[in-house]
């Protein structure tokens, strides 16, 4: 399966509660932390959502199937 790999680029302080929940339920917890995630449709719709504070990359082909 594809993979993301997402950091959080800029600050949650300031933006309203629904994008820091969002930010939260991706598993950020602090500035420039870089989490991996599947390439799914609820995973880019999160992403879409704070796409402002984020940076994403391709991360590939996980688990070589």
């Given at each position: 399966?594809?993979?993301l790999r997402?950091?959080?680029v800029r600050s949650l302080s300031?933006?309203?509660?629904?994008?820091k929940?969002?930010?939260?339920a991706?598993?950020?917890?602090?500035?420039h932390q870089t989490v991996a995630r599947p390439?799914?449709?609820s995973v880019?719709?999160?992403?879409?959502?704070i796409r402002h504070l984020?940076?994403?990359?391709?991360?590939?082909d996980e688990g070589g199937e």
């Open positions: 399966m594809k993979t997402i950091t959080l300031g933006h309203p509660k629904d994008q929940d969002t930010a939260y991706l598993g950020f917890k602090k500035l390439d799914t449709p880019r719709g999160m992403v879409n959502k984020v940076a994403v990359e391709h991360a590939g």
